[in-house]
């Protein structure tokens, strides 16, 4: 029979790969970001700029440059941080999801040992039930008709483990996710 080793912590979630997904995302936006903003200032100052700066005049313009200005780098600001956001909070969900899954797993292995040790537990003692009135005869008829009801039970507890085992999904069972 197999010794059962009890589980005293889950087992470690399988980890998702390191930050790279992050670090491209980081790294391209390092490049895109500043050569985004360099070419929108470009056009701005050559467009719309220009254009207020003629038709309406200097306090237009730089009342035009500051609400440009305190808009494009907070609105960027802000897309970036929620963006990165979104994906730690997606990150946190797949590393739970992988902890939930990996207790569900050991669970169920556990489950699957407990029951299949028992059976084997409960098959021996039917089997040394049954030995019983043949290796000692001299026993009464009640002890006899005793042994054969409890060897009865038995053998049906052993059934409805088998039952339950072979209900179970064969894929989860045995496998270890450490």
């Not at 912590?9 to 930050?19: G, T, V």
């Not at 220009?50 to 309406?56: G, L, Q, S, V």
């Not at 039952?163 to 496998?175: E, I, K, N, R």
Request: aromatic share 8%; hydrophobic share 45%.
């Amino acid at each position: 029979m197999r010794q059962l080793r009890p589980a005293l912590h889950a087992p470690a979630p399988e980890r998702l790969p390191p930050l790279t997904a992050l670090r491209r995302w980081l790294d391209l936006l390092q490049v895109l970001l500043p050569t985004g903003l360099v070419l929108l200032v470009i056009v701005y100052e050559i467009g719309p700029a220009r254009w207020i700066y003629y038709e309406w005049g200097e306090t237009y313009h730089f009342v035009a440059e500051i609400l440009f200005y305190a808009t494009v780098g907070p609105a960027l600001a802000f897309l970036l941080l929620n963006f990165l956001g979104r994906w730690l909070e997606e990150r946190e969900t797949s590393d739970l999801q992988a902890q939930v899954l990996a207790q569900a797993r050991e669970r169920a292995r556990l489950s699957y040992e407990l029951n299949d040790d028992a059976l084997q537990t409960l098959f021996a003692a039917s089997i040394l039930l049954a030995s019983l009135p043949v290796a000692l005869p001299e026993l009464s008829p009640e002890t006899t008709s005793t042994l054969e009801e409890t060897q009865w039970a038995l053998d049906r507890a052993i059934q409805q483990l088998r039952d339950h085992l072979q209900t179970q999904p064969l894929t989860d069972m045995g496998t270890k996710t450490e």
